[in-house]
């Protein structure tokens, strides 16, 4: 498999140890589910096997197969993760192996950061969060369940289905952040409120969450394997998607046919109605991931109860809680409007960035987590609104992060950024609605144009226009 290119080297270490070296080149054919070979810090470890069984699925794997990903690794595993390497060396290094000095740096503030135990550090927002999000849910059931009679009693029970979109905004933040091993120290309470919050609160189940958010962060704005950008027939934020390309992350072809067309050449009209909308769709794949016999879902039994336990609370309430159909329209109708303002605010975090086709690549992580994002600037005292994911480069740059020290570790990545010359876009909500809606639009009036004879006018216009 690797002799022809293997190399022995020996008086390399102290003491003259013998090594023994592999090139980059070698390492990049070992890339396959079954054959599947990673560089961290410059040693070389198979993990066909590990991938099978990795908690964060083999996706994120597959997508860095065969290159160094020692950036990726270290964002996303607390220091106990180190242990689990040992089984998994080649005996082998990476000949060729450098850090670049935006690398350099990275490593060096996520020294600091752990050191300082800023990683260990979850801070009292979680508690406060949580007795918001009982309040919030107190209230809805107050106002369907106290007597109001007359149209103002109508009024009141439509206002108490907003209050329980802002309720699941705050759970869905309160879940991603479990998702992300933040809220608790122990990682079996994190795994239990995992399920309490996404699958039981919001009908959401956190291992779908899971598949596609850890292959969205290590693809960050990829077209073809980032699942966060693949919204045809709906939507399209590049006409490089125009090109029917094969999603890897859903292994099968997203077609650009007519019906598409017809869709993203309204786009930009379209976007907040599909936005309301979007919910059923999140509720459409929970479904279809739990009931999948061919793939992987770990704890699938525990999710399939969390989502049975949402699927009795909440049509109850609607139900029992309002008396006509109607209003029961009406109710969810509100829940799905309020929600759906954090559905726009993950559009805005990431469809008027930078974009790249193929795979992502371990030795220009941080530079990608750049490109493909943008922050909302606000007040810190809307940071309970936004949730922390107005840091959108703070979170993907340290994922483990709990959000209480984003706003603090803001002005650090500024600088990192700048001494890099690399992008730091930070908009105000009203300016990044502004960003995605343009992007859409670019995109919906080529998308018009994309069947014309006027072939060459299109090629140009993407190559010109097309972000990324």
């Keep these: 498999m690797v002799e022809s290119n293997r190399i022995t080297s020996m008086g390399d270490d102290k003491g003259g140890i013998r090594r023994n070296y592999i090139s980059s080149e070698e390492l990049r054919r070992h890339n396959k589910a079954d054959d599947l070979w990673l560089s961290i810090q410059g040693k070389v470890y198979n993990v066909t096997e ?3 069984i990795h908690p964060g699925g083999e996706t994120p794997l597959l997508n860095l ?51 300082a135990g800023m990683f260990e550090r979850k801070g009292h927002g979680v508690a406060y969060s949580l007795c918001f999000v009982a309040l919030l849910f107190a209230a809805c059931v107050a106002g369907l369940l106290l007597p109001q009679p007359g ?33 608790m120290r122990s990682k079996g309470c994190n795994r239990v409120a995992q399920i309490l919050l996404g699958n039981c609160l919001t009908g959401i189940s956190i291992a779908w969450w899971k598949w596609t958010h850890n292959a969205h962060h290590v693809a960050c704005n990829s077209l073809d394997y980032d699942p966060d950008l693949q919204h045809l027939p709906l939507m399209a934020v590049s006409p490089h998607l125009f090109r029917s390309l094969t999603s890897r992350f859903y292994g099968r072809r997203l077609p650009f046919d007519a019906l598409s067309r017809f869709f993203v050449s309204y786009q930009h009209l379209t976007f907040y109605p599909v936005m309301v909308l979007a919910r059923f769709n999140l509720y459409l ?39 006509t159909w109607g209003e029961r329209a009406l109710f969810v109708l509100a829940s799905f409007c309020v929600s759906s303002v954090q559905h726009v605010q993950f559009c805005l975090n ?21 490109s493909g994002t943008i922050d909302i600037s606000c007040s810190s005292l809307m940071d309970w609104f936004f949730g922390g994911l107005q840091f959108q480069l703070e979170h993907h740059l340290f994922p483990r992060l709990p959000r209480c020290h ?47 004879p006027a072939a060459p006018k299109n090629l140009l216009w993407e190559a010109v226009n097309t972000h990324g």
């Design 350 to 370: 990431h469809f008027a960035a930078d974009v790249y086709l193929g795979a992502p690549r371990g030795n220009d992580w941080f530079q990608k987590q750049t």
């Design 151 to 183: 149209p103002g009693g109508a009024w009141a029970r439509v206002l108490a289905g907003g209050v329980l979109g802002l309720a699941w905004m705050q759970v869905t933040y309160l879940g991603h952040d479990s998702g992300h091993y933040e809220i």
């Design 406 to 452: 984003l706003r603090r570790v803001s002005p650090v990545v500024q600088q990192l950024c700048k001494k890099h010359n690399l992008p730091y876009r930070s908009l105000s909500f009203i300016e990044a609605n502004l960003w995605t809606l343009r992007t859409l639009k670019a995109a919906a009036l080529e998308a018009r144009d994309f069947a014309s």
């Design 50 to 52: 590990w991938a099978k």
């Design 65 to 115: 197969g065969g290159q160094d990903v020692t950036d990726a690794f270290i964002a996303f595993h607390p220091g106990t993760a180190w242990r689990y390497l040992d089984g998994c060396f080649t005996g082998y290094h990476l000949a060729d192996f450098q850090v670049s000095e935006v690398s350099r740096d990275y490593r060096r503030l996520h020294s600091e950061f752990s050191k």
């Design 285 to 323: 794949q929970t479904f279809l991931l739990l009931l999948s016999p061919g793939r992987r879902v770990p704890d699938r039994a525990l999710n399939i109860l969390g989502i049975l336990v949402f699927w009795t609370w909440f049509p109850l309430l609607v139900l029992c809680g309002l008396p």
